[in-house]
């Protein structure tokens, strides 16, 4: 991951207004804008290979999990 957004979302969700989003026990990673490079892609996958520049909004409404080093996306 080269950045990782802070969004709206982000805010209202980790200051408790819109718990109805977090599906996920405690503790949980916040964030779900993401921007990168493709580490690695599943066998299955033909839009994208590794060293691809990638953009992303991951794993909306769930928790994300952007604001670590590594995430996993499904596109």
């Known amino acids: 991951m080269h950045a990782a957004g802070v969004n709206p ?8 207004i819109l718990p ?4 996920k ?5 916040p964030g779900w804008d993401v921007s ?3 580490e690695s892609v599943g066998s299955d996958v033909a839009k994208f290979e590794p060293g691809d520049a990638i953009y992303d909004m991951v794993r909306l409404p769930g928790a994300g999990g952007t ?5 996993a996306m499904q596109v």
């Open 36 to 38: 990168g490079i493709a």
């Open 67 to 71: 604001f670590v080093g590594y995430t």
């Open 9 to 16: 979302l982000d805010l209202l969700i980790c200051d408790d």
């Open 20 to 23: 109805e989003l977090l599906h």
């Open 25 to 29: 026990p405690l503790p949980w990673i």
